[in-house]
């Protein structure tokens, strides 16, 4: 199974402030993905990016978020002002180039916006 | 979009029996349609998936039907073991729209 990672684990910002969140994948892969989980709730697709721009966008990733790839390696998730309802896991995913369809997930991300 | 629906919200079984969680979905291109099992406060992990031109998939006590006329698919679980209690999501592919979740809880 792919490895991927998230950091950090845990988030904790102030309303208004900008994160980043940040998804290190181990191998190479193809697709990258951002999804959300609200404590309770099911999990939310928010964005695939692949060959370095964005492929789909739900109607959640609003103009307050943005992802790129900055250095080809790490993929991250930047919220510019934060609001409390962006509290949530946040969790990555990544689609390996051999297995079609197979998302991996990382641990996640819990942002906590007070 | 893709609207998934997941039956029931909530499944309570004895240890030993079999569970069953069903899902349907809209889209009839979707094409793709994995399991995830959730335990608490981790992440979401592939158990089992299966692919439109099949019907059904075994892996040991674990099975996937799916009906691609009626746009429903089934996760069984069979001999139930305490371990098995997490939440389970459904999914349908194009692009990955989960079900709200099914969290059994298996009672030994």
């Known amino acids: 199974e792919p490895e991927v990672t998230q950091t950090p684990s845990h988030q904790v910002t102030q309303m208004g402030q900008e994160v980043i969140l940040r998804c290190v994948p181990i191998s190479n892969h193809l697709y990258f993905y951002w999804y959300r989980q609200i404590l309770g709730q099911k999990v939310e697709f928010l964005v695939s990016?692949?060959?370095?721009?964005?492929?789909?966008k739900s109607e959640i990733f609003d103009d307050q978020f943005s992802v790129e790839r900055p250095d080809g390696s790490n993929f991250t998730l930047k919220i510019r002002s934060t609001k409390l309802e962006d509290s949530a896991m946040y969790f990555c995913?990544?689609?390996?180039?051999?297995?079609?369809?197979?998302?991996?997930f990382g641990p996640g991300t819990r942002l906590t916006v007070l | 979009g893709e609207n998934v629906e997941q039956h029931p919200s909530t499944l309570s079984v004895q240890e030993g029996d079999s569970a069953v969680i069903k899902c349907t979905y809209s889209?009839?291109?979707?094409?793709?349609f994995p399991w995830y099992k959730q335990e608490l406060g981790k992440r979401p992990q592939l158990i089992i998936d299966i692919r439109s031109n099949v019907g059904e998939k075994k892996d040991q006590r674990i099975a996937v039907t799916l009906n691609k006329t009626a746009k429903h698919f089934s996760l069984h679980i069979t001999e139930t073991q305490p371990e098995d209690s997490a939440v389970y999501f459904c999914a349908a592919v194009n692009q990955f729209y989960f079900g709200t979740g099914t969290s059994l809880t298996v009672i030994p």
């Open positions: 995913a990544i689609q390996n180039r051999a297995s079609y369809n197979e998302q991996f």
């Open positions: 889209d009839s291109a979707s094409n793709y």
């Open positions: 990016f692949y060959n370095n721009e964005i492929s789909e």
